[in-house]
């Protein structure tokens, strides 16, 4: 059982346009939420990460919306650029006292089209 | 900066064969974790250390065994592979249990 559901598995946009993934979760002992960028042939690099107390965080043209109530969180990527062609993926690690280790989701490959 | 390094890069075996897979995790970070990545799938959570001792296991196969060294490198050892083992073996490290994971830029181990 999936327990971190991502969508789309597979995005395209064009230059300049704007990227959306989403995910949501189930269990609730989760309490931080990173995304990696993964380039073939290369290991995940985590992008941002946000914890449940705030709503949304922003680096760069990077934006984390996150509804805790909604057990959902969604990874934005404003002016897209063919250089952020990748596959995304979104993880969900629980607080201390539960696992620490990050359950990712089946991953995004966006392509941006010039 | 140093990341973390994985070795060999790529790996042909044939079936039944053993293989061994080395990681040397960041300088001063003392936690390493295992994934598996098969073709168009997500990191599977294999086993992690934190100062030398198994710390979490996950879908690993009684086939596999891994241990971290004094030197908080570690190896991941295969035994009877098999085809379905083929895929991309990540290694991570962090600094204690920390949630900021640094990957290495994996092994992509096949198996004929």
Same mark, same amino acid.
Not at chain 2, 51 to 76: C, N, T, V, W
């Given at each position: *059982?999936? *327990? +971190?559901?991502? &969508? =789309?598995?597979?995005?395209? +946009?064009?230059?300049?346009?704007?990227?959306? %993934?989403?995910?949501a979760y189930e269990n609730t002992a989760f309490d931080y939420f990173p995304w990696y960028q993964q380039f073939p042939g290369k290991g995940p690099a985590l992008l941002i990460a946000i914890r449940p107390d705030v709503s949304e965080k922003k680096e760069g043209r990077f934006t984390i919306s996150f509804n805790k109530s909604a057990k959902q969180f969604s990874l934005h990527i404003m002016d897209s650029q063919p250089g952020d062609s990748a596959t995304y993926f979104c993880a969900a690690r629980a607080a201390p006292g539960g696992s620490y280790i990050p359950t990712f989701g089946r991953g995004t490959s966006l392509i941006v089209h010039p | 900066?140093?990341? +973390?390094?994985? @070795?060999?890069? /790529? $790996?042909?075996?044939?079936?039944?064969?053993?293989?061994?897979?080395?990681?040397?995790? %960041? =300088?001063? /970070?003392?936690? +390493?974790?295992?994934?598996?990545? !098969?073709? !168009?799938?997500? =990191?599977?959570? $294999?086993? &992690?250390?934190?100062?030398?001792?198994? &710390?979490?296991?996950?879908?690993?196969?009684?086939?596999? @065994?891994? *241990?971290?060294?004094?030197?908080? /490198?570690?190896?991941?050892?295969?035994?009877? $592979?098999? $085809? !379905?083992?083929s895929a991309l073996y990540f290694c991570a490290s962090s600094r204690g249990l920390n949630e900021k994971l640094f990957f290495g830029s994996g092994t992509q181990l096949s198996v004929l």
């Open positions: *059982q999936q *327990q +971190v559901k991502q &969508s =789309p598995q597979s995005l395209i +946009v064009q230059k300049g346009g704007i990227s959306i %993934i989403n995910c | 900066a140093a990341g +973390v390094i994985q @070795s060999p890069r /790529h $790996l042909i075996k044939e079936k039944r064969e053993t293989a061994t897979l080395k990681c040397y995790p %960041i =300088p001063r /970070h003392d936690t +390493v974790y295992w994934y598996q990545q !098969g073709p !168009g799938q997500d =990191p599977q959570f $294999l086993i &992690s250390f934190y100062e030398k001792m198994q &710390s979490d296991k996950g879908s690993i196969p009684d086939r596999f @065994s891994a *241990q971290q060294f004094s030197d908080y /490198h570690s190896e991941l050892n295969m035994s009877s $592979l098999e $085809l !379905g083992d």
